[in-house]
């Protein structure tokens, strides 16, 4: 996502001598004219995707840190100090659990009540098929992964704390996603990040000492609520900083490192089993963000929409000058007297909330069910892949790579077919595989963890246009606020989706069942959005209207209004 973003002028302004044929300058034009992804584009977006990595480590920090650890009971009569998970006796004095040893149960000993250690007991005859819970929590441990669970004590019928924090992860961002967008598009989107990244970061540092795990679920909350906005923060850069053309590869291309963040989480949580550690070594180089106050340029695209010229006009300049461009200060200035006439000529405030709200009453809905619909089903296949079989970290990793050529579908059909169909079908293909996960049972474990794989990557995709849907649809002084308003809706499904685990340990299809249901529907419901496939970000509240009810005029090549300028 790109630090200098350029919200839309997307109005034409006159640039032309008024006896001539007017010609339109807006943003767009003149990003085409300097490059459309000049080498001034491609720092910026090589400084978001810090952010975008940072990010996504912190929201899915709780896979590892608040992760299940294999164990068993310890059997007093027969495990010594320092026995191992898999013993002789556990044929006869633990029970299974499908393949596995029981984690929290064991076969009660007939001879335990009258044991005064001298004797030997622990032998098959004298186990009885009764069970019983653990003695005093007392338990074995088949790796020497240290999480929240083992070091505060959370086992057995307490494990729901384990899935709580998921849930107040989700719950920190869901408060947090307004207020970050707020502050993005009130004081800027270089601002919004910087911030983000920087209280984010000192809060997770700070989390890695909690003593316990009312303190550690606190950080938790406060750490994704300052660090929540940095995703769509850094999307909506990407989007308002490159020229139209470039939209879509430009964002793919940052949010490849979302995935990138993910695989990484996964490799530092197979090296370093201790959670404080872990959060030590992934929280701690994101204190770097702090410098993104000084050296990440604002967005011109917000910085004309609230009124501050210059600092834009210095920008552009700069951007001219590295991508080595000639922009000459008549298409400068003659872009600030279009921008001044459209504010003017806009009923709305600069930050125009209520009207947008009645404007877009239905479109926010839909937008917001989706949302809810695809961070669901998202988070929900990242969170069940560990629970299949064979390595966790790998799994992790599998479904976090997979990620990157859904990162690049979009460019393969968002123009071909359309926002809306691209979105629906997409939708509708994650759906199916969540359906065929219920049909390939644990007997066929490859098949099962392709099409995990294949639904994560449709879902992902999807995801991506939807970001750039929403991204569209929406005005510039409000683009960040409605964006993040969509984006907190949608933490009622990420909230749900930690507790899908323990649904699966009452119907084992149920998660399954439960996204494929909520993408179907929520494919065909996004057929009702508008069209935005070759239409300029729109900058007012009446442009976004107008979107699929006339056809915007395209904005005209800057490229003769420069020659025309330079021979004045």
Known sequence: MAASEAPPADPAAEVSPPAKDSEDVTLDAILKHLGQFGRFQLIIFLLICLP???????????????????????????????????????DWSIPKNGKDLDSCHRYSNSELPQWNHSVDICTRDHFTKNTEACAHNKFVFRDDEVTISNDFGIFCKDEWKLSMVGTINNLGQFFGIPIGGFVADRYGRSFSIALGGILGALLGVIRSFSPNYGWFLVFEFLDNMTSSTLYSTCFVIGIE?????????????????????????AMAAKAFHNWRILLRITYGPSLILLAYFWILPESVRWLLSQGKEERAKNIL??????????????????????????????????????????????????????????????????????????????????????????????LLIMDRFGRRYSLCGLMLSSGLCCIGTIFTGADQPVLQLVLFLVGKLTITASFQVLYFFASEIYPTNLRNSLLSFCSMMGRFGSMLAPQTP???KYYANAPAMLFAAAAIVSGFLTLFFPETTNVVLPTTVQEADAIGVKKQSKSKDLDLVVTASQAQ
């Open 52 to 90: 975008m990595m940072f990010h996504a480590m912190f929201s899915v920090t709780y896979v590892f840190t608040a992760a299940t650890v294999t164990h068993r009971c310890r059997v007093e009569e027969c495990d010594p100090p320092g026995s191992n998970y898999y013993a002789t006796h556990t």
């Open 241 to 265: 900083l490159v020229g139209p053309k470039r939209r879509v590869l430009a964002c793919s291309v940052i949010t490849v490192f979302y995935a990138v963040g993910e695989v990484a989480l």
């Open 317 to 410: 300049r700069r951007a001219a000058h590295v991508n080595k461009r000639e922009l000459p200060e008549s298409v400068l200035d003659k872009l600030v007297l279009a921008n001044r006439d459209k504010l003017e000529q806009s009923a709305e405030s600069r930050f125009p909330i209520r009207e947008a709200f009645k404007n877009f009453k239905w479109r926010i809905a839909n937008c917001s069910f989706c949302w809810i619909v695809h961070v669901l089903v998202y988070y929900g296949l990242s969170l069940n892949v560990v629970l299949l079989d064979g390595d966790k970290y790998n799994n992790f990793a599998y479904i976090a790579l997979v990620e990157i050529p859904g990162f690049f579908l979009p």
């Open 502 to 504: 323990l649904l699966a």
